[in-house]
């Protein structure tokens, strides 16, 4: 079993990749164990979280990655006025859910009571699976970004 302590500072990126699949809630945690598809094994004591595409490991056949697993969420379509996706955030938020903004859509848990609100508000939603990645926030065409300890007002 390979012990890592963090993603790799560099890697070659033309090894063949190989994934270390891995669920949000997991991904989250900085004590775990994994394994990748081609079995190797994996012991993780992080001083911080990976993230989806993290390289954890490389050998002279591949390097392996971490993969975020997809999983069941509710993708509302951005294509109201700003007031409107703000307060459908907001009420979400306030449900103390977890969202999701990219420049055309939010992405909120598959979740009973958020369902609920979006019907109850005449919000329409679809349920797909996609990989969730909660605090993300796009702003116009730009890329994601994430809100966290390090972020200043």
Do not use: C
């Not at 379509?77 to 977890?98: D, K, P, R, T």
């Amino acid at each position: 079993m390979q012990l890592v302590s963090g993603p790799l500072a560099t890697a070659d990126a033309s090894l063949p990749e190989v994934a270390v699949r891995v669920d949000r809630l997991t991904l989250a945690k900085r004590l775990w164990r994994g394994a990748a598809e081609d079995g190797a094994e994996f012991g993780f004591e992080l001083a911080a979280p990976l993230k989806d595409g993290d390289v954890v490991g490389q050998t002279s056949a591949a390097r392996y990655i971490i993969r975020q697993q997809p999983e069941p969420v509710l993708e509302i379509s951005l294509e109201v006025a700003a007031s409107a996706a703000a307060g459908i955030g907001w009420a979400i938020g306030n449900l103390h859910m977890e969202l999701s903004a990219e420049p055309a859509r939010l992405l909120a848990p598959d979740d009973t009571a958020v369902r609920q609100l979006l019907d109850r508000l005449n919000v329409p939603y679809r349920p797909i699976t996609a990989v969730f990645r909660p605090g993300r926030f796009a702003r116009g065409n730009q890329q994601p970004h994430e809100i966290g300890p390090s972020h200043k007002h």
